[in-house]
């Protein structure tokens, strides 16, 4: 019997945006670092004028193992208002979390300075200048 490999199901962030998909995924790609894939539109037959030079997918996946997704939305349809998802960062490695903290919510709008909260461990929110809701949480040792 020959062995083969079986993916594991993950759940990823997938954003969408409302033409500015390439210049928000790009910018998270120097935030995380990884290996960044984009389609267009125009790969699968939307012609230039018609949004073709948009982004149909994209996919990040970092050295740290995190995979974030994003595209345009199709040509004529709305960006979905969500509201009710952020995607949370968390860990013990506070200088990576603040460097993500610092990187992400640059331009953006901090709605929870990231400070020491009553759970103990060091939190923040804030909305990144695409309009993405962020929330980093930094795991303190309890001792």
């Excluded at 200048?129 to 795991?139: E, H, L, Q």
């Amino acid at each position: 019997m020959g062995s083969f490999l079986v993916m594991a199901s993950r759940l990823n962030p997938y954003i969408a945006f409302g033409g500015n998909a390439k210049e928000a995924i790009e910018h998270y790609q120097k935030v995380f670092g990884g290996e960044l894939v984009i389609h267009t539109y125009a790969e699968f037959g939307t012609p230039a004028d018609q949004g073709g030079d948009k982004v149909m997918h994209a996919q990040l996946e970092t050295p740290a193992g995190l995979v974030l997704m994003a595209g345009d939305m199709p040509p004529g349809t709305e960006v979905p208002k969500g509201g009710n998802v952020s995607i949370s960062l968390s860990g013990e490695d506070e200088t990576e979390l603040r460097g993500y903290w610092d990187n992400l919510s640059d331009g953006g709008n901090i709605t929870m300075p990231i400070e020491k909260q009553m759970w103990g461990d060091i939190f923040g929110m804030f909305t990144d200048r695409f309009g993405v809701d962020w929330m980093v949480n930094i795991s303190q040792a309890q001792g």
